[in-house]
């Protein structure tokens, strides 16, 4: 079985920056695109960056140029490194995958526990 766990998460000032990291266990699939998800609050879950398996990238546009998302596939690892945080940056933090079942032949959708950022002076 696959799972996810995110880590990284903390209390920082405005203007810092924090690394996001997302482990994935288990064996018997491949990996196929990967995604951070943030939810605040009170507000539904929102995409922040995504990472295709070939390393196309996508953020939202309320991260764009202060966030960073990359991939390590040889070590089922994934970042999110995050600059210039603000306060409205302060959510839980999802990792999403979607992976592949080769022995099964079937794709499935895993996401992590989520590590909490939060952004205060």
């Known amino acids: 079985q696959v799972q996810v766990v995110e880590s990284g998460g ?7 920056s924090l ?9 018997g699939f491949s990996l196929n695109t990967m995604a951070w998800y943030r939810q605040a609050p009170g507000k539904q879950r929102e995409l922040v960056a995504s990472i295709t398996n070939d390393g196309t990238t996508d953020y939202a546009d309320f991260v764009r140029g202060r966030f960073s998302i990359s991939r390590d596939d040889a070590n089922k690892t994934a970042y999110l490194q995050m600059s210039n945080l603000k306060p409205e940056d302060t959510a839980v933090y999802y ?15 895993i996401w992590g526990q989520g590590t909490q950022v939060t952004v205060s002076s």
């Open 10 to 16: 903390g209390l920082v000032q405005p203007g810092q």
């Open 19 to 27: 690394r996001l990291s997302c482990v994935v266990s288990g064996s």
């Open 95 to 109: 990792c999403h995958y979607n992976v592949f079942y080769t022995y099964r032949d079937k794709w499935d959708s």
